[in-house]
């Protein structure tokens, strides 16, 4: 179960002071802890990494990077980054914010001058710091680069057929795709790709050694984790998804050895440990600034136990108040893997931890435990509480499932036979998807690797199992015009999409 650790935890909780103060003295049950969460939480493999005034006091790796294999997680086992490398990117803009090349406020045509939104005055308005923020007025649109073969610029010159979802800067939708464009800015203004502009001028100055930009880069390389989902009761090992086409949203791979040195350089206000400042206090005030105010419905879960008074999106980070502090983290979510990065800068406390399970909440378990470890008071069980917040979240997932199941129509018939369904289904946004019957059943491919077969539900409606089986299942309609054809094919997600013509 025990990865293998760089030094015995007394040891590295020694470095700090001896003796060591209470607060770092109560990280010596730290390593229990953990041991317990993954347990039942069913993690495989994790990796931990502990901050404080500018030392590392905790660096742990435990567990299997890959059940197949049962090679160990140790502290340089490199994790996906996923949408923790916001931070990285909102970064980057701010080195070339320090170099005058833009400013936060410069509107994103003046940079990308191709890249069009539905709105004609949002792609007038839209500026540097609205890539970074969630606020820009449009809805998710994952579905345009999810397992989607497709480079970023097709997927950002598809943005001018999203329409808004509210009006700009009047709320916040999560939105990756804005990210990726502010990869593209960074290409544009730098002459560097985005990869080798955050290799280059953050993962080098920083001795991130083992970081790479994108999981293609660590091809062939030992220490890299696989990713694992739960399927039908079993923790399986699944495909690991790149995040190719949108890489400035979620693409990077780390270790919790070199997250280590990130959190330090951040906590240090944009200077390396060798004493080379990389961003300007200004631009690192910028990045923690609360940027947006969101409601708990744009929040986590978590929201529901640490009772904030606010909450708010930075440029990269999420924030909230905490005990009587400033919270700056965020998560990031990939097929099978999990990553948290949580700072409170007023402390010089930062936590990092990467762990190899779909939506392992105990992320979030571990780095409230450490904050409560060093602001004193009483220590919550963070884990036995998340567990049971998200217990009672798949008991609701499961009553909904069981609804979807229940409104089944029994011993109804397709209107048409299974060819009738068959052919291609376009929209300009969504791309296309193609029907085809064979072997009596009709089968679903959207791009190159989402495919699926459909099965009969009720009427006019079947059920979609993903051949990923960790995607699960969805229900598809077909809509019939007035001569009885297909028409239209409609997700329960409401995606709808016109059948092309083979007139």
């Not at 203004?189 to 083992?210: A, C, N, T």
């Not at 399986?236 to 997250?259: F, K, N």
């Not at 609701?396 to 109804?412: A, D, I, M």
């Given at each position: 179960?025990?990865?293998?650790?760089?030094?015995?935890?007394?040891?590295?909780?020694?470095?700090?002071?001896?003796?060591?103060?209470?607060?770092?003295?109560?990280?010596?049950?730290?390593?229990?802890?953990?041991?317990?969460?993954?347990?039942?939480?069913?993690?495989?493999?994790?990796?931990?990494?502990?901050?404080?005034?500018?030392?590392?006091?905790?660096?742990?790796?435990?567990?299997?990077?890959?059940?197949?294999?049962?090679?160990?997680?140790?502290?340089?086992?490199?994790?996906?980054?996923?949408?923790?490398?916001?931070?990285?990117?909102?970064?980057?803009?701010?080195?070339?914010?320090?170099?005058?090349?833009?400013?936060?406020?410069?509107?994103?045509?003046?940079?990308?001058?191709?890249?069009?939104?539905?709105?004609?005055?949002?792609?007038?308005?839209?500026?540097?710091?609205?890539?970074?923020?969630?606020?820009?007025?449009?809805?998710?649109?994952?579905?345009?680069?999810?397992?989607?073969?497709?480079?970023?610029?097709?997927?950002?010159?598809?943005?001018?057929?999203?329409?808004?979802?509210?009006?700009?800067?009047?709320?916040?939708?999560?939105?990756?795709?804005?990210?990726?464009?502010?990869?593209?800015?960074?290409?544009?203004?730098?002459?560097?790709?985005?990869?080798?502009?955050?290799?280059?001028?953050?993962?080098?100055?920083?001795?991130?050694?083992?970081?790479?930009?994108?999981?293609?880069?660590?091809?062939?390389?030992?220490?890299?984790?696989?990713?694992?989902?739960?399927?039908?009761?079993?923790?399986?090992?699944?495909?690991?998804?790149?995040?190719?086409?949108?890489?400035?949203?979620?693409?990077?791979?780390?270790?919790?050895?070199?997250?280590?040195?990130?959190?330090?350089?951040?906590?240090?206000?944009?200077?390396?440990?060798?004493?080379?400042?990389?961003?300007?206090?200004?631009?690192?005030?910028?990045?923690?600034?609360?940027?947006?105010?969101?409601?708990?419905?744009?929040?986590?879960?978590?929201?529901?136990?640490?009772?904030?008074?606010?909450?708010?999106?930075?440029?990269?980070?999420?924030?909230?108040?905490?005990?009587?502090?400033?919270?700056?983290?965020?998560?990031?979510?990939?097929?099978?893997?999990?990553?948290?990065?949580?700072?409170?800068?007023?402390?010089?406390?930062?936590?990092?931890?990467?762990?190899?399970?779909?939506?392992?909440?105990?992320?979030?378990?571990?780095?409230?435990?450490?904050?409560?470890?060093?602001?004193?008071?009483?220590?919550?069980?963070?884990?036995?509480?998340?567990?049971?917040?998200?217990?009672?979240?798949?008991?609701?997932?499961?009553?909904?499932?069981?609804?979807?199941?229940?409104?089944?129509?029994?011993?109804?018939?397709?209107?048409?036979?299974?060819?009738?369904?068959?052919?291609?289904?376009?929209?300009?946004?969504?791309?296309?998807?193609?029907?085809?019957?064979a072997d009596g059943g009709l089968r679903l491919r959207y791009g190159q690797r989402l495919v699926g077969d459909l099965g009969h539900w009720n009427y006019d409606t079947f059920r979609l199992v993903w051949e990923r089986p960790w995607m699960g299942k969805d229900l598809v309609t077909f809509l019939l015009d007035e001569k009885g054809r297909s028409a239209r094919l409609r997700f329960s997600s409401g995606i709808e999409l016109a059948r092309v013509s083979e007139e």
């Amino acid at each position: 179960m025990l990865g293998i650790r760089l030094l015995p935890a007394a040891l590295v909780l020694a470095i700090v002071s001896a003796p060591a103060p209470a607060s770092v003295r109560e990280l010596e049950t730290f390593d229990a802890y953990v041991r317990q969460a993954m347990a039942d939480w069913r993690v495989p493999g994790l990796a931990v990494a502990v901050v404080k005034d500018g030392e590392t006091v905790f660096l742990h790796g435990y567990g299997s990077r890959n059940l197949e294999t049962g090679a160990p997680v140790d502290a340089r086992t490199r994790f996906a980054a996923a949408s923790t490398t916001k931070a990285m990117t909102a970064a980057a803009i701010g080195m070339l914010v320090d170099e005058k090349r833009v400013t936060w406020d410069t509107p994103v045509e003046e940079v990308l001058p191709e890249f069009r939104l539905y709105d004609p005055w949002m792609s007038r308005e839209l500026t540097v710091r609205d890539l970074l923020t969630h606020r820009a007025g449009l809805g998710n649109a994952d579905f345009l680069w999810y397992a989607q073969d497709v480079s970023t610029a097709e997927v950002l010159s598809r943005m001018r057929f999203a329409p808004p979802a509210y009006s700009p800067r009047s709320g916040f939708i999560y939105q990756n795709i804005l990210y990726g464009a502010a990869g593209e800015a960074i290409r544009a203004l730098s002459g560097q790709s985005w990869e080798e502009f955050v290799r280059q001028r953050i993962f080098l100055p920083l001795e991130m050694v083992g970081s790479a930009p994108t999981l293609a880069w660590l091809d062939g390389q030992d220490n890299v984790t696989g990713a694992h989902h739960e399927i039908e009761g079993q923790i399986r090992v699944i495909e690991t998804d790149p995040v190719a086409s949108i890489p400035a949203a979620g693409s990077a791979w780390t270790s919790v050895s070199d997250m280590a040195r990130w959190m330090t350089f951040l906590l240090a206000g944009g200077v390396t440990p060798d004493g080379r400042r990389l961003l300007s206090e200004e631009v690192v005030e910028e990045l923690f600034h609360p940027q947006v105010l969101l409601r708990r419905d744009n929040f986590y879960p978590t929201a529901k136990l640490t009772e904030p008074n606010w909450l708010s999106y930075g440029l990269g980070w999420f924030q909230h108040d905490y005990r009587g502090r400033k919270v700056d983290f965020h998560t990031g979510s990939i097929d099978g893997l999990v990553a948290i990065v949580g700072l409170i800068r007023e402390e010089n406390l930062g936590v990092c931890v990467l762990a190899n399970l779909d939506h392992a909440e105990l992320r979030h378990a571990l780095m409230y435990r450490v904050f409560d470890s060093f602001l004193g008071g009483p220590q919550r069980d963070w884990h036995a509480e998340l567990f049971e917040l998200y217990a009672e979240r798949r008991e609701k997932q499961e009553e909904e499932r069981k609804k979807v199941e229940e409104s089944r129509v029994e011993e109804t018939s397709p209107s048409l036979a299974l060819d009738g369904y068959a052919g291609e289904y376009s929209h300009p946004l969504f791309g296309s998807v193609t029907v085809s019957s064979a072997d009596g059943g009709l089968r679903l491919r959207y791009g190159q690797r989402l495919v699926g077969d459909l099965g009969h539900w009720n009427y006019d409606t079947f059920r979609l199992v993903w051949e990923r089986p960790w995607m699960g299942k969805d229900l598809v309609t077909f809509l019939l015009d007035e001569k009885g054809r297909s028409a239209r094919l409609r997700f329960s997600s409401g995606i709808e999409l016109a059948r092309v013509s083979e007139e």
